[in-house]
């Protein structure tokens, strides 16, 4: 049966992937963007099946977070599945940061990475009924630390704590909350870390010696959004190659 759902930073990337994933398996999708219209605008049209659209809205801004998610499910009539992918990533190391940066920072980051996601999640919740799922897009760094961009780590380990809030909050309903924990991916955003022998650095951070692309997270999500994976509600899932392990 064909679901309705809503993934946000859905232009490139990990996100992109995603509506990709989604579409393939028959879903209709919202393709949120931030910024980059054309970019949105280019996933749009190479995602199979019909019924999608493109959404637009500055996740730091609540009342367009709000009217991004009424359109989203007026246009796909509801939303079951909310994927929170979008993210800022912006480095303010404490030592070489002015503390209006610093403070502007935090700011920023917070505001997309953490809050914009609880507001997404209520938002999308009103429009949400039984079988609905929420997968969070945290990160590797939201557990072994962010040292040149912490308020991108705490962002992602506040991402993580509201996973399992709402899990136990919605769980009566039937509604179902997960978290995936992604370590290096190809993405543009780490397009940077990963260029000249930074890539072979990150890659040997795994002893499978490579890293993830986007369709591998976009599958993991995919799995969890699935009613197959109802009973997982609160978990996170480490998703970095085994380059970071923990109880």
Known sequence: MSRSVLVTGASRGIGAATARAFAAAGDR???HYGASFDAAEEVLKDLPGEGHVVVQADLADADAVRRMVDEAAAALGGIDVLVNNAAVYAPHPIRQTAYDE??????????????????????????????????????????????NQPAYGAGKAGLVSLSQSLARALGPEGIAVTAIAPGWTTTDMAAEALSGDGYDRRRLESP????????????AILYLASPAAEFATGTVLDFNGGSHLRM
């Open 29 to 31: 999708v919202a393709v």
């Open 102 to 147: 610093w403070q502007q920072a935090w700011a920023d980051t917070l505001g997309v990475n953490l809050v914009g996601a609880a507001n997404t999640c209520w938002c999308a919740v009103q429009h949400m009924g039984r079988g609905g799922r929420i997968v969070n897009v945290s990160s590797r760094g939201a557990f072994r630390g962010e040292p």
């Open 208 to 219: 499978l010696e490579r890293v993830a692309s986007p369709d591998e997270v976009a599958a």
